[in-house]
């Protein structure tokens, strides 16, 4: 038993976006037809077996860094008025981190804001984890970087910016426990922001720079907002 | 940021020489590219070099990257082409052994699987993955990739017709007559019942 209208009629089945629903036409002669019936039956168990692909996970691989590394050793526009800024965000991102870490508690008040280390952990664990931190970078920051870096989170925490305070709560909203796992997650989710808050600051930059520091008033705000030594722009 | 804005900044911050921004980027997409390239040379070596190719095709033509087009359509372009040039080279190489010119078969045709000599595995000693892959090796490149795009990549008759420069109604063809004969390998080696 065979229908002369089978190889037409499945292969304008699957033409269909496979999620629809086959053509009025389509189903009519389905309906009616054993024959095709069970040829597409045996179609769509041959696509199902294709479908139980499991993703594999994709071996270690060094993701082209090297390369990119290499490549990338002295970028052009991180030299200049920037180098001395571009790790502001990292400082920034540690803090915060460190923040989360050990489970630090903020204090609103009428004055402002003040933000103290909870009693667990203590400073043998903060040590650690900065010195993992360190690590994880050293590759990337110079020994005068780390230093910059150093004072710049010695100046975020004195000042206790208030932006990166209210992100700061925002995200502990929304991970109450830090546990390992979602501390990964935390961590990205900082670095992205690092990310954003340079290509602000350039963007802001390049426009002081078009607008040939005709607004001072700007350049002072884009230093309060890096907490940049505010005594070495003219008042 | 919706996914296609994130791939943007990504790229942009990659451009401008963040090594986080590239790895991140290079994270969103290789699984997707490993798997396809499992499935497409069934092996995992072979994979791991489709995968390395398509991302070192991708680091050096970032930069003509345009963000008029989605960034998982383009590297999807890219890993078609590079599994393109791949079977290519394969076949140059068992060509040349045979002492044939080959220049009369279809560089798209030529399954690499055909020349080895490992016997093709009974299916139905096979499941999961490894099922898939062993069906999928019995195809011709270009119906490999017909399903590759339209079942696991789940892209329409109109985006592969463009990516394989063929028409609409030739990419509909081939892959109902893809899916025809890896129902007729199932049968014959008593995968379906
Ligand atoms: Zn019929």
Same mark, same amino acid.
């Given at each position: ?5 089978t ?10 976006d ?6 009025q036409e389509i189903?009519? +002669?389905?309906?009616?037809?054993? +024959?095709c019936?069970a040829?597409?039956d045996?179609?769509?168990?041959t696509r199902?077996?294709? #479908?139980?692909?499991?993703e ?11 390369l990119?590394?290499? #490549? ?10 920037? $180098? ?8 920034a991102?540690f803090?915060?981190l ?6 630090t508690?903020?204090v609103?008040d009428?004055d402002g804001v003040s933000?103290?280390?909870g $009693?667990a952990?203590?400073e043998?664990?903060i ?10 970078f050293?590759?990337?920051?110079s020994?005068?970087?780390q230093l ?7 100046r975020f925490?004195a000042?206790?910016d208030?932006n990166?305070?209210q ?5 502990m =909203? =929304?991970s ?6 979602n ?7 900082? #670095?992205?922001?690092?990310?954003q808050?340079?290509?602000?600051m350039?963007?802001?930059y =390049? ?14 705000q884009? $230093? ?8 070495l722009?003219p008042? | ?7 943007d *900044?990504?790229?942009?911050a ?16 290789? %699984?997707?590219?490993?798997n ?6 069934g ?6 070099? !489709?995968m390395q ?5 991708v680091? &050096?033509n970032?930069?003509?990257?345009? %963000?008029? *087009? ?6 999807? &372009?890219i ?8 079977n ?13 010119? %080959? ?24 499941? %999961?993955?490894?099922?898939?892959m ?15 795009l339209?079942?696991f ?7 592969i017709?463009g ?8 990419a509909?063809?081939?892959?109902y007559?893809?899916l ?5 390998q199932?049968?014959e080696?008593?995968? !379906?019942?």
């Open positions: 038993m065979s229908c002369p209208k190889p037409h009629l499945l292969q304008e089945y699957f033409a269909e496979l999620s629809s629903r086959p053509g189903q009519k +002669h389905l309906d009616q037809c054993a +024959h019936r040829e597409l045996l179609l769509l168990s199902d077996q294709l #479908e139980g692909w499991q594999q996970s994709v071996p270690h691989w060094d993701r082209g860094m090297e990119f590394r290499r #490549e990338h050793r002295s970028p052009a526009q991180e030299q200049g008025f920037f $180098a001395r800024w571009q790790w502001f965000p990292t400082a991102s803090a915060m460190c923040l989360m870490l050990f489970n508690t903020i609103a009428g933000i103290s280390f $009693a952990g203590g043998a664990q040590a650690r984890a900065m010195e993992q931190f360190s690590e994880q050293s590759e990337q920051f020994e005068q970087q910059e870096r150093e004072a710049l989170v010695a925490e000042r206790q208030n990166n305070v992100l700061l709560e925002a995200v =909203q =929304q109450q426990q830090a546990t390992a796992e501390m990964e997650l935390v961590y990205s989710y900082f #670095e992205q922001q690092r990310l808050d340079l290509q602000a350039r963007a802001g =390049q426009e002081l720079l078009d607008s040939d520091y005709q607004t001072i008033r700007s350049l002072q884009l $230093a309060q907002y890096v907490s940049y030594d505010d005594t722009i008042q | 940021m919706n996914a296609i804005d994130e791939d *900044a990504l790229i942009a990659a451009l401008k020489g963040s090594a986080y921004a590239w790895e991140k980027l290079v994270r969103r997409y290789e %699984g997707r590219i490993y396809l390239g499992l499935r497409l040379t092996n995992s070596s072979d994979a791991m070099d !489709l190719e398509v991302f070192l095709g680091y &050096r970032l930069h003509r990257f345009r %963000g008029d *087009a989605k960034f998982s359509s383009w590297i999807f &372009r890993a078609h082409n590079k599994a393109v040039d791949m290519r080279r394969k076949r140059l190489m068992t060509v040349s052994s045979w002492g044939d010119d %080959g220049d009369s078969v279809d560089v798209l045709d030529t399954v690499p699987g055909e020349s080895q000599q490992e016997p093709e595995r009974q299916l139905n000693a096979l499941q %999961g993955n490894e099922l898939v062993a069906m999928l090796a019995r195809l011709p490149l270009s119906q490999r990739l017909i399903v590759e339209k079942i990549q789940g892209l329409t008759f109109e985006e017709a990516l394989q420069d063929i028409s609409e109604n030739t509909k063809t081939r892959f007559s893809a025809r004969k890896l129902k007729v199932l049968e080696d008593n995968v !379906l019942s």
